[in-house]
C-alpha cells in the first residue's frame, strides 16, 4: 500500500481528518504548498468540496448521484444482488461485511433493505461517509441513504457477535486475482493502492457463517474460485459478476 497524507483545510472536518489520519498511521497536514514534496504519495482531502482521493491515477470521490439511472425501481427486479439476498416473506436486514465505496449497500438500499455496512479502511471510508452526507441533500437519495448505515471497523468480530441480528451478510473482499480484472473500473483503480488484498479469506467466510444468517451472499468474478475454495449452494451469474450463495441449514 502507498503511504497517505491526509490534508484538511476546511475546519468542518477536522475531527474526522485527525480520527482518520490516527487510523491510517497517515501524516496530517492543513494545507499543501508548491513547495511539498507528495512523490507518489496519495492525498486524501478534506476540503471545501467533501473529501477526495488523490494519486498517481488521477483524483476520485464517492459519487451515489451518478447511480441513479441504475437505482429505478423497475430496475430493481433484475439486479443480481438484489435476486440473491431477497428472502421470501420478509424485507432482510443485510451486514455488508465489506463496503467498499458503497455501491452493493446502494442497490440493496434503493431496493427497500436495510443495509449495516462495515468498512475497515478509514480512508475508503471517509470517502464513503463523504458519499453519504451529500446524498443526505439529494432528494432522489435521500430516503435510500437512510436505510444505510456505516461502521468503520474490521466486520469479522461484528460478524462473529452479531447473534443472528442479520438476515443476509454479504461478502466481496479484494482479491490478488482481481487487481488487473476489468471488473476494476478505471476511477477505482486508485483505491487499489489504498486497501490490502484479503490474505485471509477462510477466516472471514468462517466469520460470516458464525453470524447465523438465513444466507451468506458472495460476491466474485464470474469465472474466480469460490471464496475458500467452499463450494455455495447456489450462484446466480451474469457476464462478468456471479453471486455465490449459502444457505443456513438449520432454518
Same mark, same amino acid.
Do not use: W
Given at each position: 500500500?502507498?503511504? =497517505? %497524507?491526509?490534508?484538511?483545510?476546511?475546519?468542518?472536518?477536522? =475531527?474526522?481528518?485527525?480520527?482518520?489520519?490516527?487510523?491510517?498511521?497517515?501524516?496530517?497536514?492543513?494545507?499543501?504548498?508548491?513547495?511539498?514534496?507528495?512523490?507518489?504519495?496519495?492525498?486524501?482531502?478534506?476540503?471545501?468540496?467533501?473529501?477526495?482521493?488523490?494519486?498517481?491515477?488521477?483524483?476520485?470521490?464517492?459519487?451515489?448521484?451518478?447511480?441513479?439511472?441504475?437505482?429505478?425501481?423497475?430496475?430493481?427486479?433484475?439486479?443480481?444482488?438484489?435476486?440473491?439476498?431477497?428472502?421470501?416473506?420478509?424485507?432482510?436486514? %443485510?451486514?455488508?461485511?465489506?463496503?467498499?465505496?458503497?455501491?452493493?449497500?446502494?442497490?440493496?438500499?434503493?431496493?427497500?433493505?436495510?443495509?449495516?455496512?462495515?468498512?475497515?479502511?478509514?480512508?475508503?471510508?471517509?470517502?464513503?461517509?463523504?458519499?453519504?452526507?451529500?446524498?443526505?441533500?439529494?432528494?432522489?437519495?435521500?430516503?435510500?441513504?437512510?436505510?444505510?448505515?456505516?461502521?468503520?471497523?474490521?466486520? =469479522?468480530?461484528?460478524?462473529?457477535?452479531?447473534?443472528?441480528?442479520?438476515?443476509?451478510?454479504?461478502?466481496?473482499?479484494?482479491?490478488?486475482?482481481?487487481?488487473?480484472?476489468?471488473? %476494476?473500473?478505471?476511477?477505482?483503480?486508485?483505491?487499489?493502492?489504498?486497501?490490502?488484498?484479503?490474505?485471509?479469506?477462510?477466516?472471514?467466510?468462517?466469520?460470516?457463517?458464525?453470524?447465523?444468517?438465513?444466507? =451468506?451472499?458472495?460476491?466474485?468474478?464470474?469465472?474466480?474460485?469460490?471464496?475458500?475454495?467452499?463450494?455455495?449452494?447456489?450462484?446466480?451469474?451474469?457476464?462478468?459478476?456471479?453471486?455465490?450463495?449459502?444457505?443456513?441449514?438449520?432454518?
Amino acid at each position: 500500500m502507498k503511504e =497517505t %497524507v491526509v490534508v484538511c483545510d476546511n475546519s468542518e472536518y477536522l =475531527t474526522q481528518a485527525v480520527a482518520c489520519a490516527e487510523k491510517a498511521g497517515a501524516k496530517l497536514m492543513t494545507h499543501i504548498d508548491a513547495k511539498s514534496d507528495m512523490g507518489d504519495k496519495l492525498i486524501l482531502r478534506f476540503g471545501p468540496d467533501g473529501v477526495t482521493l488523490t494519486g498517481a491515477g488521477g483524483t476520485m470521490r464517492g459519487d451515489f448521484a451518478s447511480m441513479l439511472p441504475r437505482l429505478k425501481t423497475g430496475n430493481m427486479q433484475h439486479e443480481l444482488l438484489v435476486k440473491a439476498v431477497r428472502i421470501k416473506g420478509c424485507i432482510p436486514k %443485510v451486514m455488508d461485511a465489506t463496503a467498499g465505496m458503497g455501491e452493493d449497500s446502494l442497490i440493496l438500499a434503493a431496493a427497500g433493505f436495510d443495509v449495516t455496512m462495515y468498512e475497515y479502511n478509514p480512508i475508503i471510508a471517509a470517502l464513503l461517509a463523504d458519499a453519504m452526507k451529500r446524498a443526505v441533500n439529494d432528494t432522489q437519495l435521500c430516503n435510500i441513504v437512510s436505510r444505510m448505515h456505516l461502521n468503520c471497523a474490521d466486520s =469479522t468480530e461484528a460478524m462473529k457477535n452479531s447473534g443472528g441480528a442479520y438476515d443476509v451478510i454479504l461478502l466481496d473482499p479484494m482479491f490478488p486475482d482481481r487487481k488487473k480484472s476489468a471488473l %476494476v473500473k478505471k476511477k477505482f483503480q486508485i483505491l487499489h493502492d489504498v486497501e490490502r488484498p484479503c490474505l485471509h479469506e477462510r477466516e472471514l467466510l468462517e466469520a460470516a457463517l458464525m453470524a447465523k444468517a438465513k444466507k =451468506t451472499v458472495i460476491k466474485r468474478p464470474v469465472k474466480g474460485a469460490y471464496l475458500a475454495g467452499i463450494k455455495p449452494d447456489y450462484s446466480l451469474a451474469g457476464k462478468v459478476i456471479r453471486f455465490d450463495v449459502i444457505s443456513r441449514k438449520d432454518i
